[in-house]
């Protein structure tokens, strides 16, 4: 059997899953995961590898109509990724149904020279005979692609979707070491671990103001320690007294799960010390953006 290998995007409306799938897809956990949509800022690559494939995911910001220069460069990134990739993981929410903005994508997909594989995601909220219209509505938008009913949250599926990923890439050797399950920096997992917590812990659109910048990252082996310091950047003197909350509570809470999430993916104890500075229009920059790999 000949080795395949190549580049798989993941891409869809904002809060279909696509993080959720990715994760689900690698094995394990590489893209941060949050009910709030357009959580993804960046194109994550997280990495498979079979006995008889390699397959490189890349999850994408959600597609949707950008005003803000922060979204626009978001929705460049994932328009980007779709010329590049061999395999297309189109995915829908099988509760919100095939939108006109879902049907819209579907036109633009099917000039691709990549193949198109449809995910129906979130499949365990739906009754089954419910996702019949859904899936029927997909196959129209793209008519002799496969189409998968899946869960990312529960797995139901998702191997289904896996084999037909592997079925469709070329045949190619490995470009990536067996071990390795994501091309992202030991840095950009650290900003992310923060920022996901910043999302969980803050409530209205306090996280689409925020970004989070690590500005040291020491090991000390002999100690088994990670030394961190990060600062939470916000866009208005309100978001900063919400993010740290009634005597510095909500920072505290933000600084200890993001530990705890951050010693699982690394193994080894981390001393992380947060800060919150306010930097007044920095989305709209495109000098801070880039500082901020954005």
């Given at each position: 059997?000949?080795?395949?290998?190549?580049?798989?995007?993941?891409?869809?409306?904002?809060?279909?899953?696509?993080?959720?799938?990715?994760?689900?897809?690698?094995?394990?956990?590489?893209?941060?995961?949050?009910?709030?949509?357009?959580?993804?800022?960046?194109?994550?690559?997280?990495?498979?590898?079979?006995?008889?494939?390699?397959?490189?995911?890349?999850?994408?910001?959600?597609?949707?109509?950008?005003?803000?220069?922060?979204?626009?460069?978001?929705?460049?990134?994932?328009?980007?990724?779709?010329?590049?990739?061999?395999?297309?993981?189109?995915?829908?929410?099988?509760?919100a149904g095939v939108s006109p903005a879902d049907?819209?994508?579907?036109?633009?997909?099917?000039?691709?020279?990549?193949?198109?594989?449809?995910?129906?995601?979130?499949?365990?909220?739906?009754?089954?005979?419910?996702?019949?219209?859904?899936?029927?509505?997909?196959?129209?938008?793209?008519?002799?692609?496969?189409?998968?009913?899946?869960?990312?949250?529960?797995?139901?599926?998702?191997?289904?979707?896996?084999?037909?990923?592997?079925?469709?890439?070329?045949?190619?050797?490995?470009?990536?070491?067996?071990?390795?399950?994501?091309?992202?920096?030991?840095?950009?997992?650290?900003?992310?671990?923060?920022?996901?917590?910043?999302?969980?812990?803050?409530?209205?659109?306090?996280?689409?103001?925020?970004?989070?910048?690590?500005?040291?990252?020491?090991?000390?082996?002999?100690?088994?320690?990670?030394?961190?310091?990060?600062?939470?950047?916000?866009?208005?003197?309100?978001?900063?007294?919400?993010?740290?909350?009634?005597?510095?509570?909500?920072?505290?809470?933000?600084?200890?799960?993001?530990?705890?999430?951050?010693?699982?993916?690394?193994?080894?104890?981390?001393?992380?010390?947060?800060?919150?500075?306010?930097?007044?229009?920095?989305?709209?920059?495109?000098?801070?953006?880039?500082?901020?790999?954005?």
């Open positions: 059997m000949p080795h395949r290998a190549g580049l798989a995007a993941i891409v869809g409306r904002p809060n279909v899953g696509k993080s959720t799938l990715l994760n689900a897809l690698v094995g394990t956990k590489v893209a941060i995961v949050t009910p709030k949509p357009q959580t993804t800022r960046n194109r994550i690559v997280g990495i498979r590898t079979l006995p008889e494939a390699q397959i490189a995911f890349l999850d994408t910001p959600g597609l949707h109509e950008a005003r803000s220069l922060l979204n626009r460069r978001m929705v460049d990134v994932a328009q980007q990724t779709l010329g590049e990739a061999d395999v297309v993981l189109f995915v829908v929410d099988a509760v049907r819209e994508l579907a036109t633009r997909l099917a000039g691709l020279r990549a193949t198109t594989i449809a995910v129906l995601n979130k499949r365990d909220r739906v009754r089954p005979p419910a996702l019949l219209p859904t899936m029927a509505a997909l196959g129209e938008c793209l008519p002799g692609r496969d189409v998968f009913p899946a869960s990312a949250r529960t797995g139901e599926q998702v191997d289904t979707v896996l084999a037909a990923v592997v079925a469709a890439l070329p045949v190619g050797p490995r470009r990536y070491p067996e071990d390795e399950y994501t091309t992202e920096t030991e840095r950009f997992l650290v900003q992310e671990t923060i920022r996901e917590q910043l999302f969980l812990q803050t409530e209205e659109e306090v996280p689409y103001g925020t970004a989070v910048e690590v500005e040291e990252f020491v090991e000390q082996p002999e100690r088994n320690l990670l030394v961190l310091r990060a600062t939470i950047v916000v866009d208005r003197p309100s978001h900063k007294g919400i993010v740290i909350g009634t005597e510095g509570r909500r920072l505290r809470e933000i600084g200890r799960r993001a530990r705890l999430e951050i010693e699982r993916l690394f193994g080894e104890r981390v001393f992380l010390e947060l800060f919150v500075r306010v930097e007044a229009g920095w989305a709209r920059n495109p000098r801070r953006l880039r500082e901020l790999g954005l």
